[in-house]
């Protein structure tokens, strides 16, 4: 048996392209021998401490984000419904994932709030939604609200933040084998050529494009 290889998958529910990824998980782990190491991450303390802004802050970018993520839902055989408002207070949801991050399941359950959101159009800010949908994918759901709301889940959420930015993470998802990032739903593909050994990094090309000087910067 081929032994499992562990891929850090850092995700933020605000994000319809984290949905998508999380919808296509567990299926791509069991074809690829992976395990994912799930790891909830808030999206806007990545773009605030990159420099960045999110696609749908940018409206010429927000009429786009929407119109690209019905083409890849349809591609993924995904229902697209989409949030109630978006951009959305997501902190809930994460800490309720990072609640049982250790378990076996939960890129399961991380799919299935996610799925809360985008798939079906339910608010991800009302606590009843959260109770339901754990109490679904088989979990104590009881007195969530206040057991999420404890100070440690708070420093878990904050931590699986800081980490990927130590890892260079700036969006989501992310995937992280071996300290290379994977960035965009659409990059699952490069995993798994990169899980199968199909595809090896120069690193030495790497390092040389890197020291090449920016001839040109934008103000």
């Known amino acids: 048996m081929r032994a499992l290889r562990e891929v850090r998958l850092h995700f933020d529910v605000v994000s319809p392209y984290s949905w998508i990824a999380l919808m296509q998980a567990e299926r791509f782990a069991a074809?690829?021998?992976?395990?994912?190491?799930?790891?909830?991450?808030?999206?806007?303390?990545?773009?605030?401490?990159?420099?960045?802004?999110?696609?749908?802050?940018?409206?010429?970018?927000?009429?786009?984000?929407?119109?690209?993520?019905?083409?890849?839902?349809?591609?993924?055989?995904?229902r697209l419904l989409g949030p109630p408002a978006h951009p959305f207070r997501s902190i809930e949801a994460l800490r309720t994932i990072c609640l049982f991050?250790?378990?076996?399941?939960?890129?399961?359950?991380?799919?299935?709030?996610?799925?809360?959101?985008?798939?079906?159009?339910?608010?991800?800010?009302?606590?009843?939604?959260?109770?339901?949908?754990?109490?679904?994918?088989?979990?104590?759901?009881?007195?969530?609200?206040?057991?999420?709301?404890?100070?440690?889940?708070?420093t878990r959420l904050r931590e699986n933040t800081n980490e990927a930015l130590r890892l260079g993470v700036f969006g989501v998802p992310t995937f992280v084998l071996d300290g290379e990032p994977f960035w965009g739903h659409d990059r699952?593909?490069?995993?798994?050529?990169?899980?199968?050994?199909?595809?090896?990094?120069?690193?030495?090309?790497l390092e040389r494009m890197l020291d090449r000087p920016q001839a040109v910067r934008r103000r």
């Open 188 to 205: 699952m593909e490069h995993l798994a050529d990169r899980l199968a050994g199909q595809v090896t990094i120069d690193t030495e090309l």
């Open 31 to 78: 074809e690829h021998h992976v395990r994912w190491i799930v790891r909830p991450v808030v999206y806007a303390a990545l773009l605030e401490a990159t420099g960045l802004v999110g696609p749908v802050e940018v409206p010429a970018k927000r009429r786009y984000t929407f119109l690209d993520v019905q083409r890849a839902a349809q591609r993924a055989g995904l």
């Open 101 to 154: 991050a250790e378990d076996p399941g939960s890129v399961t359950l991380a799919a299935r709030i996610a799925d809360a959101a985008w798939g079906e159009g339910r608010s991800l800010n009302d606590p009843a939604v959260l109770t339901e949908v754990v109490a679904s994918a088989g979990y104590d759901a009881e007195a969530l609200a206040e057991r999420i709301a404890d100070e440690r889940i708070k």
